[in-house]
């Protein structure tokens, strides 16, 4: 069975960078991530034609929740698949996000601290069950359906499949 092609996070950066598309990579103080347009534009650079997994991101651009890479403990043990835009402007990009679950709390409260001194207080009961006798490691992902349906209609935007859309400032009622 063939499997999708994959690259690490920081692969990907390189790429762009050295194809001088750095526009395209959001740089912080504490690490970096890749805007929507540059996972399209680096699936160009590629030549990328079908779905790509870009893994181990920076641990302090994660939900706390992601569990460190033994490996690096700056990098997390996670994933995104890509989709490549069916016709030349439609609607591309992460379709699917996925992760192994912190199971250490020494590791969730070092996250939290990491990621601009987050109060552990609202998630102790999270970090409560890894304390748990029977907790096992669990992982974990998410499909956007809203971004898949765009991807597979070939709609330029998000917004053109939403079903229920989320409006700012208006309160609405189903």
Same mark, same amino acid.
């Given at each position: 069975?063939? +499997?999708?092609?994959?690259?690490?996070?920081?692969?990907?950066?390189?790429?762009?960078?050295?194809?001088?598309?750095?526009?395209?990579?959001?740089?912080?103080?504490?690490?970096?991530?890749?805007? @929507? +347009?540059?996972?399209?534009?680096?699936?160009?650079?590629?030549?990328?034609?079908?779905?790509?997994?870009? +893994?181990?991101?920076?641990?302090?651009?994660?939900?706390?929740?992601?569990?460190?890479?033994?490996?690096?403990?700056?990098?997390?043990?996670? @994933?995104?698949?890509?989709?490549?835009?069916?016709?030349?402007?439609?609607?591309?990009?992460?379709?699917?996000?996925?992760?192994?679950?912190?199971?250490?709390?020494?590791?969730?409260?070092?996250?939290?601290?990491?990621?601009?001194?987050?109060?552990? +207080? !609202?998630?102790?009961? $999270?970090?409560?069950?890894?304390?748990? !006798?029977?907790?096992?490691?669990?992982?974990?992902?998410?499909?956007?359906?809203?971004?898949?349906? @765009?991807?597979?209609? @070939?709609?330029?935007?998000?917004?053109?499949?939403?079903? $229920?859309?989320?409006?700012?400032?208006?309160?609405?009622?189903?």
């Amino acid at each position: 069975m063939k +499997k999708f092609p994959e690259t690490t996070f920081d692969q990907a950066v390189d790429v762009l960078i050295k194809n001088k598309k750095e526009r395209y990579i959001n740089f912080t103080k504490q690490e970096s991530n890749v805007c @929507a +347009k540059g996972e399209i534009e680096l699936m160009k650079i590629l030549n990328i034609k079908t779905p790509l997994w870009i +893994k181990y991101f920076d641990r302090d651009r994660t939900p706390f929740y992601q569990k460190p890479n033994p490996n690096n403990k700056n990098k997390t043990i996670n @994933a995104d698949l890509l989709f490549p835009p069916l016709t030349k402007k439609s609607f591309g990009g992460e379709i699917i996000g996925s992760g192994q679950r912190q199971d250490n709390p020494k590791e969730i409260y070092d996250s939290l601290k990491r990621q601009g001194n987050i109060s552990s +207080k !609202p998630y102790e009961w $999270y970090i409560d069950l890894r304390k748990l !006798p029977n907790y096992r490691t669990t992982s974990g992902f998410g499909l956007g359906i809203e971004r898949f349906i @765009a991807w597979a209609l @070939a709609k330029v935007n998000i917004r053109d499949v939403i079903l $229920y859309p989320r409006l700012k400032n208006i309160k609405t009622y189903p």
